[in-house]
């Protein structure tokens, strides 16, 4: 019996977009409305074990992602990162940053501040999330 | 007065490369040696504000790094993250990670382990730093 790696499954998720050579999630965080991933479907480990044609397809998904994310969620800051040191299965976390949010200007994997944001902030940012579910099967659409 | 932004200037830091457009950093971190930065010279707040051309140039620097940090350092995993919440001017942190650092699984920007890597095998990655150089210069002159 092999290995089960959770993002090998390429049916998990809230999946956006679907192509044969990725996938884009948007992830179900109570503190980060607007946090997607983009899931390179095949399992492989780093960047650099990618072809550059295959590296620049991943790139140009995730940059699509975070225009579709800067127009529609209009965070202060966006959070880019591709870490995999618990699931060593290529994937980017896209992480719209406001300056009232849970860690802000710590990464969100620091502690929680303990003056967190208030709900009705929180809630103005979830309600932007159809909006945001269109303009990223936009952004791949074109 | 203007506002300085620390990573507008172009001459602080362990330079190991520096174009027109970007700049490779050996960053002094205890705990991660072989941690570089790719800092794009101009002050640029996102990767997409960059163009399409300017980002492919950002992107092929941030995986010669990757390169040549997995050819010498070895690291169980790479993490590769653009955050700049504190610093708002475009920057790429490249981290070796190892089972044994002082916070994996966690991104190195989580709570330190109580059971943190012994000096000798700090040591050992260290000794590696000048090799970590001569490569990252020889991928860009290639």
């Given amino acids: ?7 090998c499954d390429a049916s998990a ?3 956006l977009v679907s192509t044969d050579q990725l996938r884009v ?3 179900d965080d109570a503190n980060y ?9 095949a399992h492989v480990k780093e960047m650099t ?19 579709a ?24 976390h896209l992480i719209p940053r406001y300056t009232d949010d849970a860690h802000f200007p710590n990464p969100i994997w620091a502690a929680v501040r303990s003056d967190a944001p208030d709900q009705s902030a929180l809630d103005a940012r979830r309600n932007l999330l159809p909006q945001l579910r269109q303009t990223i099967m936009s952004n791949f659409a074109s």
């Fill in 69 to 92: 994310i800067r127009a529609v969620m209009q965070p202060h800051k966006m959070n880019v990162a591709s870490l995999g040191n618990m699931v060593p299965h290529l994937h980017w």
């Fill in 1 to 7: 019996m092999s290995i089960v790696c959770e993002l």
């Fill in 33 to 41: 409305p607007g946090f997607c991933r983009v899931i390179w479907n």
């Fill in 13 to 15: 998720g809230d999946i």
């Fill in 49 to 67: 074990d990618l072809s550059d044609a295959d590296r620049n397809v991943f790139m140009q998904a995730v940059w699509k992602v975070e225009a």
């Fill in 25 to 27: 999630i948007l992830v």
